[in-house]
């Protein structure tokens, strides 16, 4: 087996440690056997997504931003393809956004990828801090850390990643955080999201392997002590609780 | 002599001196004191100086060249204020005059060298005007606190905006610096390192803040990297490269010591690490540009032995320890390069931390290399300090196995007792202080 990930435009959209999702993910694949190939794209490059399993889409200043979105508009069908077919899409921070609608910054609106039902304003104020979010699917909760001046809000059809249990969130307002479309997960924890989250990784993993091999998937297990103990140490030292009693 | 001024100075002097008693680096709150009880403190004693003011600004680096640039100045037979601790924010600053000033309010100094904060600047710029400011580089760093480095950039484009008088001594090699120096309009003098010295001109994975050329948005083309964004970059699109070196490195050698050409003189100094190539050159070149002749420059690299945890010395039990500060990818890749330079079996101590001065994001260990501890003959690594599960899942996702230990005193203990006689600390920002004192009490101890 052989996953191939997509790491879109890591020249520019390179912020919070995204080559540790990346990283993350290989790592997860390798120790399993499976075969993992990270194809970089670059702005000139073009891209195949038929060739990919998992795209990865980045954090980056908002100068870089309207670098990216204006580019990614240009591919913005391609994408919208990939997405609708079950492809595995992960979008941290302004790669989260750039997925919405738009992104309404001081400077003006940057025009986003309607993907998912969401859309961007930027406030007063950045909202930085360690998050910890829940989402039913995992026992676990899911930890990072958390700094964007955008507040997402969602439309009539989004589902949000977790419910914030500390931190702010998409908007510090609704109490959500994320979003989750098809095999799209887009976030504002970086840290990044993925290492002190195997769960949520494997589950990525999972449905990336499952598009491209079919159901009855199972992925062998793995020693997470190290991982767990990092989340709970995340979730004790803000929440002051034990992990097993949220 | 106002009454206040003299109140002023008493308190912060007393405050320094108890913080000192109680082993606590009490230097941030002895100016705060200062500046509440008379506001233009910082002014006035600033004023004093009787001829020039320089300050060294900059992502990495400003510790070592602001304490060479004092060294070689006082070299000279001069009087210079220094805040040699590195506490670089509006009260350091205010704290290392204050200190500096006799019991009658008066200071006695010919120069200050005064390293600053890149976002403190334009809240100090108020109080005084340089004469000088050395800027070594600009990397990413504590992006919890300015947001990215454009936020950086914006803040000291302000504060240089305050003083069109200061000569700005500038890192050539740095696309950002260079760019916002020569932008500013202010007068300029570049320093840098002039060749090639490492084989891979090609990019690696390490993040490069400045491959798109500020004033047009294309990519940069470089004839050869250094590390970081540092090297030889050009523009083919508005023609905006690295300008021509005022004060260039050439016939460079580093390894257990390093050695190079500058200025028509050969350097040979004791350190470690390529990176502190730019700290000489930095120094060097503001004290000549101010029109110091320094003579006795190699006698002053060979006489300054750092003592604040800048690639520190100590040797503790028939164990070799060298303290270093890591605080960033860029300045932790330099770390891993000065600990391979060392060929020897060594030890490791991580130290992570996450409070306020540190920044409380450490995504930032995901952009260090690492995976280039493979290649070390390293026989253990330790992680510690608050996020040190961070620390350990990094190196596990490099492959590569540590030993967790959150108490730092602890840590080191173990390492001499059972290591192999060589350790290396690094250890980030608040982290610092506290490692140096106990391995001073520690080396007491083992005498």
């Excluded at chain 1, 931190?167 to 109490?175: C, K, L, V």
């Excluded at chain 2, 600009?138 to 504060?159: P, S, V």
Aim: charge should be negative; proline fraction near 2%; include cysteine.
């Amino acid at each position: 087996m052989k996953i191939t990930i997509g790491h879109l435009y890591p020249e520019l959209l390179n912020l919070y440690g995204d080559r540790g999702n990346i990283q993350c993910m290989k790592k997860r694949l390798e120790w399993r056997g499976i075969d993992v190939e990270v194809i970089e794209y670059q702005l000139e490059d073009e891209i195949n997504f038929s060739d990919l399993d998992i795209v990865l889409l980045g954090g980056g200043s908002d100068r870089e931003q309207i670098l990216v979105s204006n580019k990614l508009f240009s591919i913005k069908d391609d994408l919208k393809r990939y997405v609708e077919e079950d492809g595995v899409l992960i979008a941290v921070c302004g790669g989260y956004q750039l997925l919405g609608d738009y992104y309404q910054t001081n400077n003006g609106t940057i025009k986003g990828l309607s993907i998912v039902d969401i859309y961007t304003e930027q406030k007063p104020g950045r909202l930085i801090n360690n998050i910890i979010i829940k989402n039913k699917l995992f026992q676990m909760p899911i930890v990072g850390f958390e700094n964007h001046g955008g507040r997402t809000f969602f439309g009539a059809k989004a589902e949000p990643l977790g419910k914030v249990i500390y931190g702010s969130g998409n908007n510090g307002e609704t109490g959500d955080e994320g979003v989750i479309y098809k095999n799209v997960i887009g976030t504002y924890l970086h840290g990044p999201l993925l290492p002190k989250n195997p769960h949520l990784c494997d589950f990525l993993l999972k449905k990336a392997l499952t598009r491209k091999y079919g159901e009855g998937i199972e992925l062998a297990e793995l020693d997470d002590s190290q991982e767990i103990e990092a989340n709970s140490y995340i979730v004790k030292r803000f929440l002051k609780k034990d992990i097993n009693k949220l | 002599m106002k009454l206040r001024r003299i109140a002023a100075i008493w308190t912060s002097k007393i405050i320094g001196l108890t913080c000192k008693i109680a082993g606590k680096q009490g230097v941030t709150l002895a100016g705060k004191a200062a500046i509440k009880i008379y506001p233009d403190i910082l002014k006035e004693l600033a004023g004093d100086v009787r001829e020039k003011i320089f300050v060294v600004c900059g992502t990495n680096g400003k510790t070592t060249t602001n304490n060479l640039l004092c060294s070689a100045i006082e070299s000279e037979g001069k009087k210079v204020i220094c805040n040699r601790t590195g506490s670089n924010m509006l009260n350091g600053v205010i704290s290392s005059f204050v200190l500096s000033a006799k019991l009658n309010g008066k200071l006695d100094a010919d120069y200050a060298c005064i390293e600053i904060d890149e976002a403190s600047a334009i809240r100090i710029f108020p109080h005084f005007a340089p004469d000088y400011m050395v800027l070594t580089n600009l990397f990413r760093d504590q992006l919890d606190r300015y947001g990215e480095i454009d936020i950086t950039m914006n803040f000291l484009k302000k504060a240089i905006k305050m003083v069109p008088d200061m000569k700005i001594i500038v890192n050539g090699d740095d696309s950002l610096s260079a760019y916002l120096i020569m932008e500013s309009g202010n007068e300029y003098i570049t320093y840098g390192i002039s060749e090639q010295y490492f084989e891979e001109a090609e990019d690696s994975n390490e993040i490069r803040e400045g491959r798109f050329c500020k004033k047009c948005g294309e990519k940069l083309k470089y004839h050869f990297y250094h590390f970081g964004q540092l090297g030889d970059y050009e523009c083919v699109n508005c023609g905006f490269k690295r300008p021509d070196l005022d004060f260039g490195a050439t016939n460079i050698k580093a390894g257990g010591q390093l050695v190079f050409d500058m200025d028509n003189r050969n350097i040979k100094a004791n350190y470690r690490g390529f990176y502190n190539i730019y700290n000489i050159l930095a120094s060097y070149s503001a004290a000549i540009t101010a029109g110091f002749k320094l003579q006795n420059f190699d006698q002053i690299l060979n006489d300054y032995n750092p003592q604040n945890g800048r690639m520190e010395n100590f040797s503790i039990g028939g164990t070799n320890i060298i303290l270093n500060l890591a605080k960033n990818p860029i300045g932790f890749n330099q770390n891993i390069s000065a600990v391979m330079e060392d060929e020897e079996d060594k030890d490791l101590i991580i130290l992570i931390n996450d409070n306020a001065q540190d920044g409380i994001d450490i995504s930032w260990l995901w952009d260090v290399e690492f995976e280039r501890f493979y290649e070390g003959s390293i026989r253990s690594i330790t992680v510690s300090g608050t996020r040190c599960q961070d620390m350990r899942l990094r190196l596990k996702y490099v492959d590569i196995p540590s030993i967790l230990e959150q108490d730092i005193e602890k840590a080191i203990r173990k390492c001499i007792k059972n290591g192999v006689g060589n350790l290396y600390v690094l250890v980030n920002y608040t982290a610092l202080y506290n490692t140096h004192n106990i391995l001073k009490k520690l080396e007491r101890e083992y005498k």
